[in-house]
């Protein structure tokens, strides 16, 4: 078997950071090329090769292609929906110009496989909000979202007309202690830990009774691997697969986190970005994944709180 080469094109983003890691462990460090916009994250600084890269920088993504003998991209460069909602044309640009020169290039320089991921985001609040099922109405709100949503589209158009091995997750939100989110709507469950920690006190961006699907970091990263090594013919959707974990509150992960810090004190100051929110799933019927690819989450709420203490702790 051909070895593979990978490239990770927004590497330095919540997702990139861990996935790079987890990615050199199996195909040996100089096997995984790590790429940002960015100076390298100090998690990724000196530790294998990186190189500066614009995704939106179609030739010098092909002459990195080229030059490196890549077979494998993982496009993870985008704006999140918070960000997107303040620059939407913005957004869109970034989105959708990275994804559609990635499949044209993948498929000139006939790559084995394509990673790009989706998002609850692709959501709208027509939608099923209890056990939102795979294929179900689907109408975003947010321009993240619509740009999720005609990704997928275009994921799956170039894998039936061009046979482009595409595979794509719609992540809820994450949860890591590692590297850090930006942007993002559901980055509250992420900042709720530094700050009771630093402070031991939060105000919430979101209202206390704001339930969203979330999944910690490990299970992802486990996840997207898992997805990306099954056998094509397992993976019956080319859209993006729904993944669920656990849903919770605001109130529900400030409990949690009180069964560690008993004094910490949670109070809420709903935002822009509570409207957001409100217009996603509540929870998420992952069961394709399940049956596809054998997908299982393995940590709820308060395993993940205890690791996100345990970690930040230091
Ligand atoms: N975590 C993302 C966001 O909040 C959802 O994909 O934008």
Not at 195 to 216: C, D, I, Q, R, V
Not at 220 to 227: P, V
Not at 293 to 311: E, I, N, P, Y
Request: aromatic share 10%; glycine share 8%; hydrophobic share 40%.
């Amino acid at each position: 078997m051909k070895q593979e080469k990978v490239l990770i094109m927004g590497a330095g983003g919540q997702i990139g950071v861990e996935l790079t890691m987890a990615l050199r462990a199996i195909y040996g460090e100089a096997n995984v090329i790590a790429s940002d916009i960015r100076e390298a994250h100090p998690l990724l600084a000196g530790k294998g090769p990186y190189v500066v890269l614009n995704a939106m920088d179609a030739n010098a993504t092909l002459e990195l292609v080229k030059k490196e003998g890549i077979t494998q991209i993982y496009l993870l460069a985008a704006l999140l929906s918070a960000t997107g909602e303040k620059d939407p044309k913005r957004a869109w640009d970034i989105n959708m110009q990275s994804l559609l020169q990635v499949l044209d290039m993948a498929v000139q320089e006939k790559l084995t496989k394509v990673y790009w991921p989706s998002s609850i985001a692709v959501f709208g609040s027509t939608t099923a909000k209890q056990d939102t099922p795979q294929k179900t109405i689907v109408e975003p709100r947010t321009v993240y979202g619509i740009s999720k949503y005609a990704g997928e589209l275009w994921c799956q158009y170039y894998n039936q007309r061009w046979g482009l091995d595409v595979r794509s997750i719609r992540y809820p939100g994450l949860i890591s202690w590692k590297s850090e989110p930006g942007g993002g709507t559901t980055d509250y469950a992420v900042e709720i830990y530094h700050e009771a920690l630093k402070h031991g006190k939060y105000t919430s961006f979101l209202s206390e009774h704001t339930y969203l699907p979330m999944m910690y970091m490990d299970d992802a990263i486990r996840g997207t691997i898992e997805l990306m090594e099954a056998s094509a013919e397992k993976i019956q959707s080319r859209m993006a697969y729904n993944l669920s974990a656990m849903s919770f509150s605001p109130k529900e992960i400030a409990a949690s986190i009180q069964k560690h810090i008993p004094s910490f004190e949670i109070s809420y100051a709903p935002d822009f970005r509570q409207q957001i929110a409100d217009g996603w799933p509540q929870s998420i019927d992952d069961s394709a994944a399940r049956a596809d690819w054998g997908w299982q989450h393995r940590f709820d709420l308060d395993k993940m709180t205890a690791d996100m203490l345990h970690h930040l702790k230091g």
